[in-house]
């Protein structure tokens, strides 16, 4: 481990110095233009499909292609769906046919490997313990994602187990999967628990990914990552065989290079599900989802009121760094020159929640159950493991799940507390979580300001919308300069700070308001393309091209 931080010191110096890369202005064979894969949005993919420059299955090989590239050292897949080259296929000869199924027909997607598919990928959080397991059909995020058309081109890896087992591990790792690490500087954090979404979204290894939140998994690895990230409202995106934390507050969500792409992702997913209750209380159930896509509206700050968390700002302010509070204040005045009006909206509370911990009690309640009912679904359970005491005994049983190096503090705190969700303690200690995060957090602080979203850099933004579910939207706002020093992570073996890592601004609203906050990020990202400031400091070659040229 020392050695490898050493070698990334060393590395520094020339990244630091070779950091501006060009644009990618993509390929041209015999007068055609290819689009670059790291740039490309989904419209542009679609014309190009339309069009017969490329098909679906140029698309998947060149994207294979692309993992290969950078597999060995960024860690960021986990599996290839071996049968995508063949649905590739069959998406083409049915565009040809003039059957398109919509807007993601014949689109590569990646999804994180907690959501499961009914085919021959594994779904295991990272654990050895799920490989060889299966679903009795597909999640529901994976139904829906085929039935818009999109071709699921493999799983991304992640934080063990969503970052519910350990108090002492690094963003990305999991046993099955490596450790993942982002492309913005050699041995980069990636964030999590949607490590392998972000960095292969960021790249171009897809054109865009699914993650899940409990508390930030989501939005942290979009912030790092220099992508846009919806955490949905919890209930807007169903959980139906996907690996669980909490029922509370898990949701699952599209991270991508574009506010518009990640609408075109949102549009294909959202919706009630009769296999999870929490969608059901989707106002949409009697009308139709919102038009996510239409919602993208360069004027959306007009005579809006938005709202600035000053009071979290303050407190946070000595653990916050420099940049990323200068960016901050900047995006408020091009926000405010944008249209809209600025007020204090304070969350309360906030100060009082820092030294409350009814969240821990909630989150292992739900897990306790949720998990066992994971299980239980499988048809295929390779170890016959049934709840969180015997998958405990299997993580220290097996040497490859890096036992006691990666402790299981988190779990052995969820069997010791002992009650799940269906205990009378259950209530108080979620009730004490609406609160900080209603009427002492983000939802107290919307209705009392009469404001449509609060601000907050996206750093200090996942806490609070977690305790109710509700949603949030973070855009690419900056990136750490080149004179920034690097700073290591709590485990000590990735660059959690340094040059050339970027940053996100959130914008945080009450539920089902996705609609309004992709409105809000749209007109954010048009006027500042913040996304376009840097560079990765690794990028696949193979394009598009490369794949038509050769057949
Ligand atoms: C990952 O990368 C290595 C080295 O490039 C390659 O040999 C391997 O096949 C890749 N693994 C998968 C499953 O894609
Ligand atoms: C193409 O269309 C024809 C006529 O509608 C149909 O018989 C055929 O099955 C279609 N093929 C595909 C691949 O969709
Ligand atoms: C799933 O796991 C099995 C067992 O290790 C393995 O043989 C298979 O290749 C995996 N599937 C994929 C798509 O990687
Ligand atoms: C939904 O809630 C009802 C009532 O609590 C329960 O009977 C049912 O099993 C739940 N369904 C699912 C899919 O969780
Ligand atoms: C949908 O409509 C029914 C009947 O009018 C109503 O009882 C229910 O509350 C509505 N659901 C939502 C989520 O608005
Ligand atoms: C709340 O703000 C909206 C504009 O966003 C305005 O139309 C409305 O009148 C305001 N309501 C109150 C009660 O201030
Ligand atoms: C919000 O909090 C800040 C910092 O604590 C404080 O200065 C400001 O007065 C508060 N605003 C309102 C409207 O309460
Ligand atoms: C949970 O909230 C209640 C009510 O605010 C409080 O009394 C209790 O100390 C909290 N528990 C924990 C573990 O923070
Ligand atoms: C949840 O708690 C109830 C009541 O203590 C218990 O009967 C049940 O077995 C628990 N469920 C799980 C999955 O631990
Ligand atoms: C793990 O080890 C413990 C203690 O040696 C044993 O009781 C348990 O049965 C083992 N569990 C598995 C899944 O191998
Ligand atoms: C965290 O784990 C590492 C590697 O096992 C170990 O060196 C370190 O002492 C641990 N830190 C804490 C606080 O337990
Ligand atoms: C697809 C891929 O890159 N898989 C890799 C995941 O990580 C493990 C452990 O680092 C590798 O063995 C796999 O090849």
Redesign the pocket.
């Known amino acids: 481990m020392r050695s490898f931080i050493a070698a990334v010191l060393l590395g520094a110096a020339s990244v630091v110095s070779g950091l501006y890369v060009p644009p990618y202005t993509g390929t041209t064979i015999k007068g055609k233009q290819f689009p670059s894969l790291i740039e490309v949005d989904l419209e542009e993919l679609v014309d190009g499909l339309e069009s017969g420059l490329f098909t679906s299955a140029d698309l998947v090989r060149a994207y294979e292609a692309r993992i290969m590239e950078v597999n060995s050292t960024l860690h960021m897949v986990t599996e290839l769906n071996p049968d995508a080259l063949t649905i590739a296929s069959q998406l083409d000869a049915m565009r040809a046919n003039g059957t398109v199924l919509g807007p993601l027909h014949g689109i590569p997607i990646l999804i994180k490997n907690n959501i499961a598919t009914d085919d021959k990928m594994n779904n295991t959080a990272g654990s050895w313990s799920l490989v060889g397991s299966k679903v009795p059909r597909d999640s529901t995020m994976a139904a829906k994602l085929r039935k818009a058309g999109a071709i699921i081109l493999g799983k991304t890896n992640l934080s063990q187990w969503a970052n519910y087992r350990s108090d002492n591990t690094s963003n990305g790792w999991s046993a099955y999967g490596g450790q993942t690490y982002a492309a913005y500087f050699p041995g980069q954090d990636p964030s999590g628990s949607s490590s392998g979404s972000g960095v292969s979204s960021s790249i171009g290894l897809a054109l865009a990914a699914l993650g899940s939140e409990t508390s930030g998994s989501i939005l942290s690895p979009s912030d790092v990552n220099n992508l846009v990230g919806i955490k949905p409202t919890v209930g807007l995106t169903s959980r139906y065989l996907v690996i669980p934390i909490s029922e509370h507050q898990d949701t699952v969500g599209p991270m991508a290079r574009s506010v518009k792409d990640a609408a075109y992702v949102l549009q294909a997913i959202a919706g009630p599900d009769p296999n999870d209750n929490y969608t059901l209380a989707n106002p949409a159930i009697n009308g139709t989802t919102p038009d996510y896509v239409a919602a993208c509206d360069y004027s959306a700050f007009a005579?809006?009121?938005i709202g600035v968390a000053r009071n979290v700002l303050e407190i946070y302010a000595k653990y916050t760094d420099p940049p990323v509070l200068a960016a901050f204040e900047l995006a408020v005045k091009q926000i405010e020159a944008a249209g809209a009006t600025i007020v204090d909206a304070n969350f309360t509370a906030f100060e009082q929640w820092q030294s409350d911990n009814n969240e821990t009690l909630v989150l292992n309640a739900d897990f306790l159950i949720n998990l066992a009912t994971y299980f239980s679904e499988l048809t295929v359970n390779p170890y016959g493991i049934e709840n969180l005491a015997e998958e405990r005994d299997f993580t220290h049983n097996s040497t490859a799940e890096m036992w006691p190096a990666r402790d299981t503090l988190i779990w052995d705190g969820a069997l010791k507390q002992g009650w799940n969700n269906t205990d009378p303690k259950f209530w108080a200690a979620y009730q004490a979580n609406l609160f900080y995060g209603g009427e002492g957090g983000i939802l107290g602080a919307l209705s009392r300001t009469?404001t449509?979203a609060v601000l907050l850099p996206t750093q200090l933004s996942p806490g609070i919308p977690a305790l109710v579910g509700s949603p949030v939207v973070t855009v690419p706002m900056g990136f750490y300069p080149v004179n920034t020093s690097v700073t290591l992570n709590g485990y000590g073996n990735l660059v959690a700070t340094g040059p050339n890592v970027p940053f996100g601004l959130s914008f945080m609203g009450p539920k089902w308001s996705e609609a309004d906050l992709i409105g809000f990020a749209y007109a954010y990202e048009q006027r500042t393309m913040h996304r376009n400031d840097i560079q990765p400091y690794l990028v696949p070659n193979i394009e598009i091209a490369d794949v038509v040229a050769s057949g």
Do not use: W
């Open positions: 005579g809006a009121r009469n449509s």
